[in-house]
């Protein structure tokens, strides 16, 4: 019943939206969100299928893509767009706190508090890598790609770029006005017989990300990854200040110890 209610409330924000009265925020209450574990990839896809955007387009959220490439042999996208006059790509950040990052930065700092820091790698090279793998895969050259880098209404950037070369970095809340400024301002793609291809083989793909094949992957990233998860207990690394400076420490602290060097 609070499904219905909220998706009810979000409509009636999304009608709003197109009618050019938009409202400051967009506010989804805990209780709706209980048992969904990619809440910000759900908002984004339903935002973008509602959303009233101009022109043909649809929408999936975390589709796994086969890439070339060592350790793992695939990435998982949270949101593409196929629209007529492109391929979108959104990379969801749920976090909170002050973001600092720049464009060519390999890791990111999440800033909850003076004491507690996190790194996470630079969504925009990691989109790039998704973007990367699905023009291979799909055959699309990557100038009619577009990523997408959507945090969270509770964060602050604050030293972050809003845009480069092929990319964009927003809140939730200004995402539709962003991708239908974008859209407006691109031409034509993909004619009737192309997008009906692509959108038969990104379907075949999202049929295929099963949720038992995603926790497979997520397991495979976990080990994967270098500096970011901790190799005893899988917990999250944090930046602490001690005693003797800073440090990365697992998140599971008291019942996990382990700590490892900043990278400079």
Not at 25 to 43: D, I, N, S, W
Not at 199 to 215: G, M, N
Request: hydrophobic share 35%.
């Amino acid at each position: 019943m609070a499904n219905k209610e909220w998706r009810t409330s979000y409509i009636n924000h999304l009608v709003k939206l197109a009618k050019g009265e938009e409202p400051s925020v967009f506010a989804m209450r805990p209780h709706y969100a209980e048992g969904k574990g990619h809440t910000l990839e759900y908002l984004i896809e339903y935002a973008l299928s509602n959303g009233r955007l101009p022109g043909k387009s649809r929408t999936w959220s975390n589709v796994l893509v086969p890439k070339d490439g060592v350790v793992v042999d695939e990435t998982e996208l949270d949101v593409i767009m196929l629209h007529e006059r492109g391929v979108f790509v959104f990379e969801s950040k749920n976090y909170s706190g002050w973001i600092f990052g720049s464009e060519r930065q390999r890791m990111w700092t999440q800033s909850l508090n003076k004491a507690t820091k996190t790194r996470f790698f630079n969504p925009i090279l990691q989109n790039e890598s998704h973007i990367h793998a699905l023009s291979e895969c799909l055959v699309v050259p990557k100038e009619h790609f577009v990523s997408y880098i959507v945090f969270s209404n509770r964060c602050e950037l604050k030293k972050v770029p809003t845009k480069g070369d092929g990319y964009r970095i927003c809140h939730r809340d200004d995402l539709l006005s962003l991708v239908r400024s974008d859209v407006l301002e691109r031409e034509v793609a993909f004619n009737g017989l192309q997008y009906s291809t692509l959108e038969e083989r990104i379907a075949k793909l999202a049929k295929a990300s099963t949720v038992e094949a995603r926790e497979f992957h997520a397991q495979d990233v976990q080990v994967a990854t270098n500096g970011i998860t901790c190799p005893r207990c899988g917990g999250k690394l944090v930046e602490r200040n001690g005693k003797y400076g800073t440090f990365l420490g697992c998140a599971n602290y008291p019942r996990c110890r382990f700590t490892r060097n900043v990278e400079n």
